[in-house]
């Protein structure tokens, strides 16, 4: 495979993952006002607390996907 695939190939999953990331983002923001909301039922701040933290892994695990891609993608630049 040609380094120009490999690349468009790292390019395509960073793209997927940015957009996953986007979502997580928007999910986490959603959630995190109806928990701090006084008037908010204690039942849906558990859950909506239990929705933010699952959203805040979904933020990280999309980070550290896109830091091992921006590392594959040096490598190549480099190597």
Do not use: C, H, R
């Not at 957009?19 to 859950?47: D, R």
């Not at 892994?57 to 896109?66: E, H, M, P």
């Amino acid at each position: 495979m040609e380094l120009k695939d490999k690349i468009d190939i790292i390019s395509k999953k960073a793209d997927i993952v940015n957009k996953k990331l986007i979502a997580y983002l928007a999910v986490s923001g959603g959630t995190w006002l109806y928990g701090i909301n006084p008037e908010t039922i204690p039942a849906v701040k558990i859950l909506s607390s239990i929705v933010f933290l699952i959203s805040v892994f979904g933020i990280f695990g999309s980070i550290l996907k896109l830091s091992d891609l921006q590392k594959q993608l040096q490598g190549y630049i480099n190597g």
